[in-house]
């Protein structure tokens, strides 16, 4: 079985500042990466994937996660957040195996509050 | 493309109720799955379909019933809701193995 952990429950920074949210997993099988972020009342947007190929992803609003298969880590960064950056964010998982990449399993998610 | 859309968009029941919350996508994806959020537990899957008349169960399926009759919809059935069901739901979709998970608005139950 997979699991997920994010290691912090909130994480509060200034406007312009860098930010990054740890994501460690577990896992005996091959898994892909997601980075998924929840605008408040809303519905769940794709941030980034790792799927194979350069473990380094980038986002088209400037996040960007590298995957470390020996640390078995995910973390998200962006090197400085908006106002509009404000959101709870979460990691997840999937096997890569059919029958299973469609099922995520997910961390309990990290607030992120951009304060001015 | 409407993507993945649920109805209701929310709904108090009282306890022993039953009801149905809707799913239906317009992407012609073979996977259909739900999942329920709480505070402080991320979201957890409560059933999964791999194609139309095939569902299986995900982590926390107990009190609830799917049925995949059609590709573009999966319905989650509350059969005597709880006040434990309390929760956002969310219904999601993928194309294949390894493609984007789509997931929907969101259905805000509340068991009374």
């Known amino acids: 079985a997979q699991s997920v952990t994010q290691l912090d429950s909130q994480v509060p920074v200034f406007e312009e500042a860098p930010v990054e949210l740890r994501c460690n997993y577990s896992?005996?099988?091959?898994?892909?990466l997601f980075w998924y972020v929840q605008y408040p009342n809303q519905g769940l947007q794709l941030l980034l994937k790792y799927l194979s190929g350069s473990t380094l992803v980038e986002s088209i609003n400037g996040f960007e996660a590298e995957f470390n298969k020996s640390q078995t880590s995910f973390h998200l960064r962006k090197p400085s957040v908006h106002i509009s950056d404000t959101a709870e964010y979460f990691c997840?998982?999937?096997?890569?195996?059919?029958?299973?990449?469609?099922?995520?399993?997910f961390g309990k998610g990290t607030k992120l509050t951009v304060n001015p | 493309n409407a993507g993945v859309t649920q109805t209701p968009k929310f709904q108090v029941l009282k306890t022993g109720q039953s009801m149905t919350l809707q799913c239906a996508q317009d992407m012609n994806h073979e996977y259909m799955s739900w999942y329920r959020q709480d505070p402080g537990m991320g979201l957890r899957l409560i059933h999964y379909s791999v194609g139309a008349g095939i569902t299986d169960q995900g982590e926390v399926p107990n009190g609830y019933n799917v049925s995949r009759s059609t590709t573009e919809d999966f319905p989650l059935r509350l059969l005597s809701a709880a006040p434990s069901q309390t929760s956002v739901y969310f219904c999601a979709s993928s194309y294949n193995s390894g493609n984007t998970i789509y997931f929907g608005e969101g259905s805000w139950l509340t068991v009374v």
């Open positions: 997840a998982v999937s096997k890569t195996t059919q029958g299973g990449s469609e099922k995520l399993v």
């Open positions: 896992s005996s099988v091959s898994v892909y």
